[in-house]
């Protein structure tokens, strides 16, 4: 559900930047005089304000929108596989059909997002800590990717 609240305020900033960024850029194609007319009179100081929360809209909507619910499960890491319960299925992960495992870190919420990615082109989010990020290079040292993302 917030997720969608997100998405809302994220296409309501959108619109209005656009919105107000096209009424900016209409005055290219007039004279100079004409130009500082049209920014005086059309443009207030208010017109600014709009500007910039709507751009503000735009960042907290995308950041609510990549919100996500995570549950709590029990991860086992084994040489040979991962494995873990999603929606009370047991998912394991084979060594050979690991394909990718990478980190996000997140500076806005400080969280650790690891990305698991199999050969058939799933994908599993954990969120975990520093340890399990520890353990996992240890373990598949080729397969692990650590970058920074804000």
Request: cysteine-free; hydrophobic content about 45%.
């Given at each position: 559900?917030?997720?969608?609240?997100g998405?809302?305020l994220?296409?309501?900033?959108?619109?209005l930047s656009i919105f107000?960024?096209l009424?900016?850029?209409s005055?290219?194609?007039m004279?100079?005089?004409?130009?500082?007319?049209?920014i005086?009179?059309?443009?207030?100081n208010?017109i600014y304000?709009?500007l910039?929360?709507?751009?503000?809209l735009?960042?907290?909507?995308?950041?609510?929108?990549e919100i996500?619910?995570?549950?709590?499960?029990?991860?086992t890491?084994?040489t040979?596989k991962i494995?873990?319960l999603k929606?009370g299925?047991?998912?394991?992960i084979p060594e050979?059909?690991?394909?990718k495992?990478?980190e996000r870190?997140?500076?806005?919420?400080?969280?650790n997002?690891?990305?698991?990615?199999?050969?058939?082109?799933?994908?599993?989010d954990?969120?975990g800590?520093?340890?399990?990020?520890e353990h996992?290079t240890?373990?598949?040292?080729n397969?692990?990717?650590l970058?920074?993302?804000?």
């Open positions: 559900m917030i997720n969608k609240i998405v809302f994220g296409i309501v900033g959108a619109i107000i960024g009424s900016i850029l005055n290219i194609l004279p100079n005089e004409m130009t500082v007319v049209y005086i009179e059309f443009f207030e208010k304000l709009v910039l929360t709507s751009i503000l735009l960042v907290i909507g995308k950041q609510i929108a996500r619910n995570y549950k709590s499960s029990e991860l890491i084994e040979e494995s873990f929606n299925k047991l998912i394991e050979p059909r690991l394909h495992i990478t870190k997140n500076r806005l919420s400080k969280v997002l690891i990305k698991i990615k199999t050969d058939t082109h799933k994908e599993y954990i969120k800590t520093e340890k399990i990020l996992l240890e373990l598949f040292p397969k692990t990717e970058k920074n993302v804000g």
